[in-house]
T-cell receptor, first 115, second 112 residues
Framework: EPEVTQTPSHQVTQMGQEVILRCVPI?????FYWYRQILGQKVEFLVS????????KSEIFDDQFSVERPDGSNFTLKIRSTKLEDSAMYFC?????????????FGSGTQLSVL | QKEVEQDPGPLSVPEGAIVSLNCTYS??????FMWYRQYSRKGPELLMY????GNKEDGRFTAQVDKSSKYISLFIRDSQPSDSATYLC????????????FGSGTRLLVRP
């Protein structure tokens, strides 16, 4: 069964450093998303991406965050200058087109620890 | 009032029991209602979705929505140890149906 792949599974970084979280969505999917889950809190929406641009972003997704689809297969989330409060599990998801509601397929997540 | 509320559990039941998981919500604009299952160290996996009041059945799982009470449920019949996981309800509005608002999740343990 096709799946969304995320790397690395765990990333440790120092406060103020830049991190890039990587995702390979399901190959025929056209919508891409990032969600995150801070320990003990709910899974929350960060951003959606379609046709090489952001279609919607949450209040959390400030100027420190950016997303990119650098090639035909990868989808990345960059945090420019990490803060302690960015520590969370980051989930990438993708969905196909033409469905309502969209059926989101999630990856296994990248646990980001900011020290 | 929180948008989506879900009892975190844990809920422990013997194998074969009927499990009832519930969420309440406050936003009447929610149109789509989903249940996700999340195993430890994995991402959420869509189990069921519905967009109308009433019941929807899929194998051992039944999703129920009562829009008038702003209450949704997931029933699991003949529960198995492999059903042990965290169950997340999620909801969205029509125009941003990919923007899921999740509950906090209920941890379920099915004892053999």
């Amino acid at each position: 069964e096709p799946e969304v792949t995320q790397t690395p599974s765990h990333q440790v970084t120092q406060m103020g450093q830049e991190v890039i979280l990587r995702c390979v969505p399901i190959s025929n999917h056209l919508y891409f998303y990032w969600y995150r889950q801070i320990l003990g809190q709910k899974v929350e929406f960060l951003v959606s991406f379609y046709n090489n641009e952001i279609s919607e972003k949450s209040e959390i997704f400030d100027d420190q965050f950016s997303v990119e689809r650098p090639d035909g297969s990868n989808f990345t989330l960059k945090i420019r200058s990490t803060k302690l409060e960015d520590s969370a599990m980051y989930f990438c998801a993708s969905s196909t087109i033409g469905q309502r509601p969209e059926k989101l397929f999630f990856g296994s997540g990248t646990q980001l620890s900011v020290l | 009032q929180k948008e989506v509320e879900q009892d975190p559990g844990p809920l422990s039941v013997p194998e074969g029991a009927i499990v009832s998981l519930n969420c309440t919500y406050s936003n009447s604009a929610f149109q789509y209602f989903m249940w996700y299952r999340q195993y430890s160290r994995k991402g959420p996996e869509l189990l069921m979705y519905t967009y109308s009041s009433g019941n929807k059945e899929d194998g051992r799982f039944t999703a129920q929505v009562d829009k008038s009470s702003k209450y949704i449920s997931l029933f699991i019949r003949d529960s198995q140890p492999s059903d042990s996981a965290t169950y997340l309800c999620a909801m969205s509005v029509r125009d941003s149906s990919y923007k899921l608002i999740f509950g906090s999740g209920t941890r379920l343990l099915v004892r053999p």
